[in-house]
């Protein structure tokens, strides 16, 4: 193995780590080495490597650092330990899964979708449980997966502008300075790094310019102190109150495996004209679709950098719809100061936010209108019109704040 790539793996390897050791109560993570050392690598082939050992490394580390909060899925995703979720369960099912020692932990309903959380038996790991209940009827059945959020910042910061204009949501980590905030976990909401920085880019900060200046940002902590915070259940309840607070536009810069519930909460949501825009991920465009940003209707983003290359870390959906400057930008900081910082998560924010120029409230019809409006202004890159590269477009390719 070439010494250059033992040394990018090894300091992709730390930086996650070090991230995973501090259980994602600051969700920095899966980001990229050194905010950069990964371009380093523009062979695809190469870099794809890299990133599948640092994301196996990352996921590894999260395990065994929370082993009584954190385990695999049956397809070696992060998930809450000892947990399942069933759709839509019948009395009769849900009857049936307590006499054979399980228990409830939660029953509820998000947006008509209904669910149950339960509590697996000792002994009994997260594939057994989802086989068991599956024979016993369950037609939708999963682990509560675990979310990651896909960028990297070099620095804590502050609160975006308060605006009085168009309310937009952040799933993430907590914002500081958010007009309303709502928690989805343990110990939230309480403002993170990531979450903050992601509501700097719709509204601006400071030197910090935002896709949608003057924005008001609706904010749901899905992570609070939670080592398996970010899970699918929690991102579920998240949309649930941005359509009761009737946000119009929702970024959502994490990343995770398909989950059914979290895919029927989304088309629920969508139905009541949310519109849901969703980062695509670090893990190389070999790795499997990222979700979110791969449900039908989601609009999936992908990042570029100064040069307006795609970056080489950058993740793929089932579909792209638009890319965004994702590096090669500053995000604001603490007492006015700037960051670096760089990911797909931090290009979703700025299509968000153009989206939301056109579409400030939540009406029929006007979804796809807005999203007329945004093909109409975005830059085509790449191979002439809409491509699995650039998507339809480059959007918000002024907002980014070149780093200094």
Same mark, same amino acid.
């Given at each position: 193995?070439?010494?250059? &790539?033992?040394?990018? @793996?090894?300091?992709?390897? /730390?930086?996650?780590?070090?991230?995973?050791? &501090?259980?994602?109560?600051?969700?920095?993570?899966?980001?990229?080495?050194?905010?950069?050392?990964?371009?380093?690598?523009?062979?695809?082939?190469? /870099?794809?490597?890299?990133? !599948?050992?640092?994301?196996?490394?990352?996921?590894?580390?999260?395990?065994?650092?929370?082993?009584?909060?954190?385990?695999?899925?049956?397809?070696?995703?992060?998930?809450?330990?000892?947990? @399942?979720?069933?759709?839509?369960?019948?009395?009769?099912?849900?009857?049936?899964? =307590?006499? &054979?020692?399980?228990?409830?932990? !939660?029953?509820?309903?998000?947006?008509?979708?209904?669910?149950?959380?339960?509590?697996?038996p000792e002994g009994r790991s997260l594939k057994r449980a989802i086989g068991e209940l599956r024979k016993m009827g369950g037609a939708e059945v999963s682990a509560d997966q675990i979310h990651l959020p896909s960028g990297n910042l070099s620095g804590a910061p502050t609160p975006p502008a308060v605006g009085t204009g168009v309310l937009?949501?952040?799933?993430? +980590?907590?914002?500081? +300075?958010? %007009? =309303?905030?709502? +928690?989805?976990?343990?110990?939230?909401?309480?403002?993170?790094?990531?979450?903050?920085?992601?509501?700097?880019? @719709?509204?601006?900060?400071?030197?910090? $310019?935002?896709?949608?200046?003057?924005?008001?940002?609706? %904010?749901?902590?899905?992570?609070?102190?939670d080592p398996a915070g970010g899970n699918a259940t929690a991102i579920a309840k998240a949309l649930g109150w941005m359509v009761a607070q009737r946000v119009p536009v929702v970024t959502i810069s994490l990343v995770g495996p398909p989950n059914p519930f979290l895919g029927k909460v989304v088309a629920a949501a969508q139905a009541r004209?949310?519109?849901?825009?969703?980062? =695509?991920?670090?893990?190389?465009?070999?790795?499997?679709?990222?979700?979110?940003?791969?449900? *039908?209707?989601?609009?999936? =983003?992908?990042?570029?950098?100064? $040069?307006?290359?795609?970056? @080489?870390?950058?993740?793929?959906? %089932?579909?792209?719809?638009?890319?965004? *400057?994702?590096?090669?930008?500053?995000?604001?900081?603490?007492? +006015?100061?700037?960051?670096?910082?760089?990911?797909?998560?931090?290009?979703?924010?700025?299509?968000?936010?153009?989206?939301?120029?056109?579409?400030?409230? *939540?009406?029929?019809?006007?979804?796809?209108?807005?999203?007329?409006?945004?093909?109409?202004?975005?830059?085509?890159?790449?191979?002439?019109?809409?491509?699995?590269?650039?998507?339809?477009?480059?959007? #918000?390719? !002024? #907002?980014?704040?070149?780093?200094?």
């Amino acid at each position: 193995m070439p010494l250059r &790539r033992k040394m990018l @793996i090894a300091v992709t390897v /730390a930086v996650l780590a070090g991230a995973a050791a &501090r259980a994602q109560l600051i969700p920095a993570l899966p980001g990229v080495p050194g905010l950069g050392q990964i371009d380093a690598l523009r062979a695809p082939a190469e /870099a794809a490597r890299v990133l !599948e050992t640092a994301r196996r490394a990352t996921i590894d580390r999260l395990v065994r650092a929370n082993p009584d909060r954190i385990a695999l899925d049956p397809d070696g995703f992060p998930a809450r330990a000892g947990e @399942i979720v069933v759709d839509d369960p019948s009395d009769a099912l849900i009857a049936a899964a =307590v006499t &054979r020692g399980y228990a409830i932990i !939660e029953r509820g309903d998000v947006l008509g979708v209904g669910f149950v959380r339960l509590a697996v038996p000792e002994g009994r790991s997260l594939k057994r449980a989802i086989g068991e209940l599956r024979k016993m009827g369950g037609a939708e059945v999963s682990a509560d997966q675990i979310h990651l959020p896909s960028g990297n910042l070099s620095g804590a910061p502050t609160p975006p502008a308060v605006g009085t204009g168009v309310l937009v949501g952040v799933i993430d +980590g907590g914002v500081a +300075g958010a %007009s =309303v905030s709502r +928690g989805f976990a343990t110990g939230a909401p309480r403002a993170n790094d990531h979450g903050t920085a992601l509501a700097s880019l @719709i509204a601006g900060s400071g030197k910090v $310019r935002g896709g949608l200046p003057g924005a008001r940002i609706a %904010s749901a902590d899905v992570y609070g102190g939670d080592p398996a915070g970010g899970n699918a259940t929690a991102i579920a309840k998240a949309l649930g109150w941005m359509v009761a607070q009737r946000v119009p536009v929702v970024t959502i810069s994490l990343v995770g495996p398909p989950n059914p519930f979290l895919g029927k909460v989304v088309a629920a949501a969508q139905a009541r004209g949310l519109i849901v825009v969703a980062a =695509v991920g670090n893990n190389g465009p070999a790795a499997p679709p990222g979700f979110p940003a791969s449900y *039908p209707g989601v609009i999936a =983003v992908t990042g570029v950098d100064g $040069r307006h290359r795609v970056l @080489i870390e950058a993740g793929r959906a %089932s579909h792209l719809d638009y890319a965004a *400057p994702g590096a090669d930008l500053l995000a604001a900081g603490i007492g +006015g100061r700037a960051f670096k910082v760089r990911g797909t998560s931090f290009a979703a924010p700025f299509v968000a936010a153009t989206i939301a120029r056109f579409y400030p409230a *939540p009406f029929s019809g006007g979804a796809r209108a807005a999203l007329v409006r945004v093909d109409a202004i975005a830059r085509d890159l790449g191979a002439r019109g809409a491509d699995d590269k650039f998507g339809r477009g480059l959007v #918000c390719g !002024e #907002c980014r704040t070149p780093m200094e």
